[in-house]
């Protein structure tokens, strides 16, 4: 994720923005007779990662096994792939038999709707896109609508147009990133107002140079968190301990599903700074999602 990256961290206030003033009121709405228990999904952009082999894949597999080992480390993906084209039903099954049923997918829009049409005449895409995904069944978590920095609030009409056209057999998370969209309060305000009462996720993105679109609204008991890393500085694990207790205040309040996504430039980061995130989360709130970790590799015997 380059988007908000900066070679330079020495003036960046990394702390978190207290809570929107709506947000206690959402998980409060939010909050079901019977409480089911709270899921939190961590993962990463991409499966392929080939720096792993030997630690966190196991040494010499197929490129085909790729997904089946990650699932055993991470238990959610950001689906970047699903961006560049729309995946036919084939490979979808094969990504639903390779994770296990507690396993979820946030697919990516293609950018043929959200940059190439910006979300004009893209109803035909869009269906096609949300069939082709329906396929991944009970793995398929929030689909996620990423708007380029061109779109601005002079399409507002255009964006609540789709969403109400938007296939409700998807959950969708969308992520606002023109910087118009958070200068004027009331602005965003309006549109968060309107995501709540469509039932739409507003993405949060924690990123250098950008921290304008750390909003802090939730607008559903769903939180969508996109997380840029700097190599395990020690901004890093600050940044992991604060997400970790916000995540847990926000499951006493009323959270039922988070969404860690993880963006580091070296991928063999990713894997620690969940380790840490997860480890500090379950000593605020007890909740327990196995952490990647390095797996043992096969020795091959020796004649001496």
């Known amino acids: 994720m380059d988007f908000g990256r900066l070679s330079d961290l020495r003036y960046v206030d990394f702390r978190l923005p207290p809570d929107h003033p709506e947000t206690a009121g959402v998980l409060a ?71 296990p049923a507690t396993f979820r997918f946030c697919p990516k829009l293609p950018q043929s709707i ?3 049409r910006a979300l004009y005449n893209a109803d035909d895409l869009t269906v096609s896109f949300c069939r082709a995904i329906e396929g991944l069944g009970e793995t398929l978590g929030h689909a996620f609508l990423q708007l380029p920095p061109t779109f601005g609030p002079e399409h507002l009409r255009r964006l609540e147009r789709y969403l109400l056209d938007f296939p409700d057999f998807v959950p969708l998370a969308v992520e ?19 995501l709540e009462a469509l039932g739409k996720v507003l993405v949060l993105s924690d990123v250098a140079g950008r921290r304008d679109v750390l909003h802090m609204r939730l607008t559903t008991s769903t939180a969508f968190v996109r997380l840029n890393g700097h190599g395990l500085v020690d901004s890093d694990f600050r940044r992991a301990d604060d997400w970790a207790a916000r995540i847990a205040s926000w499951l006493e309040g009323g959270l039922h ?5 993880i963006h580091q430039k070296d ?11 997860l480890a500090r989360l379950h000593e605020l709130t007890g909740l327990q999602v196995t952490p990647p ?12």
Not at 65 to 71: E, F, N, S
Not at 267 to 277: E, G, R, T
Not at 293 to 304: A, C
């Open 29 to 99: 709405r939010s909050l079901p007779a019977q409480p089911a228990p709270p899921r939190v999904y961590v993962g990463c952009p991409i499966w392929t990662n080939k720096a792993w082999l030997g630690t966190y894949f196991p040494a010499g597999i197929k490129d085909a096994d790729y997904l089946h080992h990650y699932a055993r480390q991470f238990n959610g993906i950001e689906l970047n792939t699903t961006h560049y084209r729309i995946p036919d039903a084939t490979t979808v099954r094969k990504w639903r038999e390779a994770v």
């Open 114 to 116: 959200s940059h190439d």
């Open 176 to 194: 606002l990133r023109h910087p118009a969209w958070f200068a004027d309060k009331e602005l965003l305000a309006s549109v968060s107002a309107m």
């Open 257 to 261: 599903t988070a969404y860690i996504f």
């Open 267 to 277: 991928i063999m980061h990713s894997p620690l700074w969940a380790q840490h995130f």
């Open 293 to 304: 970790r390095v797996i043992p590799q096969p020795v091959q015997g020796s004649l001496f």
